[in-house]
């Protein structure tokens, strides 16, 4: 069972709180916050699928229509109809949730590479949509003048302020996921995983569980969708392709599936990857994330978290 102390949870706020205050004084790395505020959206999508993943043993190539799902709500509720941003993200994250039950409940009972071919076809479906509906979603184009959020007066103008608002919002979700990892309905999730048919035998409903993760993990990415959109106030389909979905395979295959600490460190390492240091390799990018992933796989099953464990080998050794 995960479990996570206090101290450790404070030493992560700790630094969320400080970073930008650090990029200020820091010229080399004062870019670094709007990179940042990338790496709390991404996090959000990696928590939940490390959980789909890594705890129930579900696999999903299709998060980024999920996410897509949430951008497009909040951006077409505000731009076309000029609803509060706030209630269309909500509106966004239940469409999302009836989405992801219509999805889940066939796709769910299949197993292995089925499921991951069920959701690849889901996340390729909705990319055709974003493309084609150009009457709603501005098509290949995308969508502009996306309005910013603001609170009770209080305006996110500026990059710091979403990244406040960004990474708030992946404390409570980790808070909330290693909590519930550490519930009943961890448990459960972790029994699904080691063996569907023992978990049957001690009376686990899996279907309801399943469905369950895969709902809160579709949530978790409508919402980092909504924030991503109202953070660009632009947003066109290329965002949500496969490729995005491999992405985040990776981040959490590099991080480590099996742990939320993999989640938020794969994020924060591919996000810095893909805006900082990979543009040098220009179209030999895919290169270098398929080269990840098989390195990964081959010498790290367990992602980084995992490296601790295979030092301690060594030393016993």
Known sequence: ML???????????????IFPWLAREIT?????????VFVGIYCLITIGLALLMGYAG???????????IGAYTS???????????????LIGMGITAV???LVGAPSLKLKGHYLAM?????????????????????????????????LFGFEFDSIERYYYLAWGFVFFAFIFTVNLIQSGTG???????????????????ISRFKILVFVYSAILASLAGSIYAHYLNFINPSTFDLFFSIKLLIMI??????????????????????????????????????AILLLVTIFLPKGLVGVSEIAKGWFRR
């Open 58 to 68: 579900q696999i999903s190539i299709g998060h980024a229509a999920f996410y897509g």
């Open 118 to 150: 069920a959701t690849l076809a889901f996340g390729v479906i909705v990319f055709i949509i974003f493309n084609e509906e150009a009457g709603w979603t501005g098509g290949p184009d995308g969508m502009s003048g996306i309005p910013g959020l603001s």
């Open 28 to 36: 080399a790395i004062s870019h670094y916050t709007d990179i940042m």
């Open 253 to 290: 295959a590099l991080g480590g599936m099996y742990n939320i600490w993999g989640a938020i460190i794969g994020a924060g390492l591919i996000t810095f990857l893909s805006y900082e240091w990979l543009h040098y390799f220009k179209e030999f990018e895919v290169i270098v994330y398929g």
């Open 3 to 17: 479990r996570i102390g206090k101290l450790p949870i404070a030493v992560f706020a700790l630094c969320i709180i």
């Open 99 to 101: 989405v992801a039950v």
């Open 187 to 205: 448990r459960a999730l972790r029994a699904i995983h080691a063996s569907e048919p023992a978990a049957i035998a001690m009376g686990v409903d």
């Open 75 to 89: 951006a077409i509720l505000t731009v076309r109809y000029g609803l509060n941003p706030w209630i269309c993200m």
